[in-house]
């Protein structure tokens, strides 16, 4: 048998540039940007179901998603003002408006306080 050290390419890769959380923050940054392509795709299918489909809107649509798709390709982790961005903007096209979702006058139900954590915040630590 070959030596296998001489095969051993962990060495040669260093140390890791960026810190645990920066890494984190990609990774959420990265599902967010799969999720935008998601919610792209089931706008697509919804937008094609129609009775008359919108070609515009369709195509519209699919340049939104491959958009997404370029911005996670060219994603650097150690681009921290790039990865806010991402997840902002992603957030902001993955939002529900409450107003329009709640069927209960907008009173906030027991279920409703017990999503949010202690402090007012959502826990993603923005």
Same mark, same amino acid.
Request: glycine share 8%.
């Given at each position: 048998?070959?030596?296998?050290? &001489?095969?051993?390419?962990? !060495? ?5 540039? *960026?810190?645990?959380?920066? #890494? ?7 599902? +967010?940007? =799969?999720? %935008? ?5 089931? =706008? #697509? +299918?919804?937008?094609? /179901? +129609?009775?008359? !489909? &919108? ?7 699919? /340049?939104?998603?491959? %958009? *997404? ?7 650097? !982790?150690?681009?921290? =003002?790039?990865?806010?961005?991402? =997840? +902002? ?7 529900? &408006?409450?107003? $329009? ?10 279920? $409703?306080? %017990?999503?949010? %954590? ?7 630590? &923005?």
């Amino acid at each position: 048998m070959g030596n296998f050290a &001489d095969l051993t390419v962990l !060495p040669a890769l260093g140390t890791a540039k *960026w810190t645990t959380a920066q #890494i984190f923050a990609y990774e959420v940054a990265l599902e +967010a940007v =799969r999720q %935008a392509i998601g919610s792209c795709a089931q =706008r #697509i +299918a919804e937008a094609e /179901a +129609a009775d008359e !489909p &919108d070609q515009e809107l369709i195509a519209a649509l699919r /340049a939104e998603q491959a %958009a *997404w798709a370029a911005r996670g390709e060219q994603l650097d !982790p150690l681009d921290s =003002r790039a990865v806010s961005r991402v =997840r +902002a903007d992603a957030d902001n096209l993955l939002s529900v &408006d409450d107003e $329009d979702e709640d069927d209960d006058e907008g009173h906030d139900g027991p279920d $409703d306080e %017990a999503e949010e %954590a202690p402090g007012g915040q959502d826990g993603r630590g &923005d």
